[in-house]
């Protein structure tokens, strides 16, 4: 189903939220955007499907780790991230598309740029499609599904501590 106008500059001034949060390090006002049955994919494989049964995922994360996950970084002791990686991303190409009376899914790619200040020091690019699926709550859009698809998924990864 199509969306109006009102709609897709709704959900792309959200996704633009979800993402500076994100890119600041700002996780329990990101955490707030996610609905209580999140769920946040980074599968390994473009193509990959839900659920991911016995295949191996970079992230799978449920509500409950998705918490966790806020709260071991909040905590400013996750050496991987003292200090926090400086990021920006991009999101564009947005497919958006009304699944029911009050939920999205959205199609965007991505880049996001992470500099690695507490190690390296390098730029470390992180090219994706993502997916989004959105949930209208009486206090507004939350996120009850999270995908992102790496385009170098199937190589090995550097560790990705934080909000991809």
């Known amino acids: 189903m199509n969306v109006s106008v009102e709609e897709r500059l709704e959900i792309e001034e959200f996704l633009a939220l979800e993402a500076r949060l994100a890119d600041e390090s700002r996780y329990s006002e990101w955490e707030a955007l996610v609905d209580d049955d999140m769920i946040y994919w980074v599968p390994t ?6 659920p991911p049964g016995d295949k191996i995922s970079i992230i799978f994360d449920n509500r409950s780790r998705v918490a966790t996950r806020m709260r071991q970084l909040n905590t400013g002791k996750r050496h991987s991230q003292v200090p926090a990686s400086p990021m920006v991303r991009t999101q564009t190409n947005f497919q958006i598309e009304a699944t029911g009376a009050d939920t999205y899914t959205i199609f965007c790619t991505q880049i996001l740029y992470e500099y690695r200040i507490q190690s390296t020091r390098e ?29 170098s998924a199937s190589d090995a990864l550097p560790g990705l501590p934080f909000i991809i």
């Open 123 to 151: 730029t470390v690019t992180w090219p994706a499609r993502v997916e989004y699926r959105l949930r209208r709550h009486a206090d507004g859009l939350k996120i009850s599904f999270k995908g992102v698809y790496l385009v």
């Open 45 to 50: 494989a473009e193509g990959a499907v839900l």
